[in-house]
């Protein structure tokens, strides 16, 4: 499998908040980092995004009186889980990891900023009708593949990627460039997920291309 024009890689919230002593850690989050960052050397394309909310976001407990992180909710778009708050918008821990070699990225997407709805997928928030608009500048740009690394595997990374699949993108995701957070199998669940809806699974060490 060798890069080409016309696919691109899509890297998922390596943001501070993610990775351990963050506010939302993903477990051994920061082992995404390293593989990222040689495909990052070896894709002539990538897009980032961050996980990107204002102060006071509808995903936040502290938003929902008597609530806890990690509790269920019901909004008018659908269950809702209650997050700690993490990645408010233009703070420490909404950046970029350090060390993370994105400068090459063509386009950071910047989502979960309307503060009644989040987006864990890149392409479609969580009302499912709003779009982030990254599906229209994939196609412009004559895109047809993305390649799905980051955090995390069960919410952010599998949604971008089943999005991607419905807007009539191919997706692999490289399985050693993702971790979940996993509550309840919810990382199992994802895979079997992604599998049914045809996203294919890679190993970072089989993208060949490039100069890494
Ligand atoms: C994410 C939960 C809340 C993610 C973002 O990036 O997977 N998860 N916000
Ligand atoms: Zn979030």
């Known amino acids: 499998m060798t890069p080409d024009e016309r696919e691109i890689l899509l890297v998922i919230d390596v943001q501070v908040d993610f990775l351990p002593g963050g506010a939302l850690a993903v477990p051994d ?22 996980d990107w909310h204002p102060p006071g976001h509808v ?15 019901a909004l008018d778009y659908g269950p809702q889980v ?9 703070s420490a821990g909404a950046a970029l990891a350090p060390g993370l070699a ?4 063509e386009l950071v997407i910047r989502k979960g900023h309307h503060r009644h709805v989040d987006s864990y997928s890149a392409f479609l928030e969580a009302d499912r009708r709003t779009p982030t608009g990254l599906a229209g500048y994939l196609r412009e740009r004559g895109f ?4 799905l690394c980051g955090l995390a595997t069960d919410y952010c990374v599998a949604w971008s990627a089943l999005d991607a699949r419905a807007a ?5 995701v490289v399985e050693d460039a993702v971790r979940g957070i996993d509550r309840d199998g919810s990382v ?7 599998a049914a809806a045809g996203v294919g699974r890679v190993v970072s060490g089989a993208i060949g291309g490039g100069s890494g």
């Open 29 to 50: 989050g920061d082992a995404v980092i390293a593989p990222i960052n040689r495909l990052l050397g070896r894709f002539p394309h990538a897009v980032v995004t961050q």
């Open 59 to 73: 995903s936040f407990a502290t938003r929902h009186p008597g609530r806890a992180p990690f509790d269920t909710v």
């Open 82 to 90: 209650l997050w700690p708050e993490h990645c408010v918008q233009g």
């Open 102 to 105: 994105a400068e090459r990225a």
């Open 144 to 147: 047809t593949r993305v390649v």
């Open 168 to 172: 009539g993108f191919e997706a692999v």
């Open 188 to 194: 199992a669940r994802a895979w079997a997920e992604m």
